[in-house]
């Protein structure tokens, strides 16, 4: 029986239109508009450092996409007090197995650049790590499922994590950067806490009251993510073609 309904996540814009249920909620799983806000940031952060290191430019991307892309969101899916963002296709037991082995993979490559080449870092995975859990199970009563916690943990702290995985240091010129992308990430969700509310309202309801402001909100999304995600591959490219 078809599992993507209108009351869910699924009808949402970075969601497939095509393919069986489980690919469509596999895919609308990862956000990837918006993991691909963060991959930018660690990117941003590892082009502005004075010396490259492709393994560890590579590396910090799949650091990000395991924890977040895959890990903080099925979390994020796990302990939403609202509703199931993506219905019934995936179990909490599946979902539990999906951030514990995403994560897992995620600290077991940190961990030996940590070790070996980069020991602040652990300034960054600490804390990134309380965030993944405290964040999106909505620990200590939602204390920290907060926009201005949002915007550090997945705006300023990954341009940190993509500088310190080159250069094992903090410069002061770095910070600045850092707090524009948290701003950024401000913009991102301030968007699309309400763009969420009345998308599922207006499907729930079968109404379209709302549809000038939805579509004003999904724009906004569009284009920060496509404007970060830009910013971050110009980097790249002015870094190797500069």
């Known amino acids: 029986m078809e599992q993507v309904n209108k009351g869910n ?3 949402e814009w970075f969601v497939p239109t095509f393919g069986p249920p ?3 909620i596999l895919v609308g799983l990862l956000i990837l508009p918006y993991t691909g806000m963060v991959l930018a940031y660690t990117m941003i952060g590892s082009m502005l450092a004075p010396i490259l290191h492709g393994d560890r430019v590579v590396a910090i991307l799949v650091i990000y996409f395991l924890a977040l892309g895959i890990g903080a969101h099925a979390l994020d899916a796990l302990g939403s007090r609202v509703i199931k963002p993506w219905g019934e296709v995936f179990s909490a ?3 539990c197995v999906l951030a514990t082995l995403s994560l897992s993979a995620a600290y077991a490559i ?8 980069t020991p602040l870092l652990w300034a960054i995975a600490i804390p990134e790590g309380f965030f993944v859990l405290a964040y999106n199970l909505e620990w200590f009563k939602g204390r920290f499922h907060t926009d201005g916690w949002f915007a550090l943990s997945w705006g300023s702290l990954p341009v940190l994590a993509g500088y310190i995985m080159q250069t094992n240091q903090i ?5 600045p950067v850092a707090a524009s992308m948290g701003f950024l990430s401000l913009v991102e969700i301030k968007a699309s806490r309400p763009y969420k509310v009345l ?3 207006s499907c729930e309801n079968g109404i379209e009251d709302n549809m000038e402001q ?3 909100l999904e724009q906004i999304l569009k284009n920060i993510s496509a404007g970060v995600i830009l910013l971050g591959f110009g980097l790249v490219f002015w870094r190797i073609l500069g």
């Open 9 to 11: 996540r699924t009808n």
């Open 22 to 24: 489980k690919f469509r």
């Open 93 to 95: 037991a599946k979902l």
């Open 110 to 117: 940190g961990i030996y650049y940590m070790l070996f080449y």
């Open 171 to 175: 410069s002061y010129a770095i910070l």
């Open 199 to 201: 998308k599922r309202t």
């Open 214 to 216: 939805i579509q004003i």
